[in-house]
C-alpha cells in the first residue's frame, strides 16, 4: 500500500527544493519480533492497553524537482529501490515543497 499526499508548489521557477516524509513499515503478514519486544516491555511498564506494536523506520529525503510529479515519480523510484524491501516492507510518503 502507497499512501501517498501531495502539497501545491510554486510555479515559475526552473527547480524546486522538495522534501519527501518516507515511512517504512514491515508488511502486515511479516512477523515483527522488535515491535513484540516493545509491546513487552511497556506492558511491563504497566502501560497495558497497548496491544500491538509494530516497529518501522522514518526517512526525510530533500531532493531538487522542476514539479510535483517528478519529485513524486523520484521519490516513488527511491522508495521501491532502496528506502524499502518490497518483498516485505510497504511505503508511504508525503511530499511537499520545502519551505512550506
Not at 510555479?11 to 515511512?23: D, I, N, Y
Not at 502501560?47 to 518501522?56: A, H, L, M, S
Request: charged letters at 25%; glycine letters at 4%; a negative charge.
Amino acid at each position: 500500500m502507497h499512501t501517498v499526499k501531495f502539497c501545491v508548489a510554486s510555479k515559475g521557477a526552473s527547480k524546486l527544493q522538495w522534501l519527501a516524509r518516507v515511512e517504512v513499515t514491515l508488511k502486515k503478514a511479516i512477523l515483527d519480533p522488535q515491535g513484540t519486544a516493545v509491546e513487552s516491555s511497556l506492558q511491563a511498564l504497566g502501560y497495558n492497553n497497548v496491544n500491538r506494536v509494530r516497529v518501522g523506520k522514518y526517512l526525510e529525503v530533500s531532493l531538487e524537482a522542476p514539479n510535483r510529479e517528478a519529485a513524486a515519480a523520484q521519490v516513488e523510484e527511491m522508495s521501491q529501490r532502496l528506502l524499502s524491501n518490497p518483498v516485505i516492507e510497504d511505503f508511504s510518503y508525503d511530499l511537499q515543497e520545502a519551505g512550506v
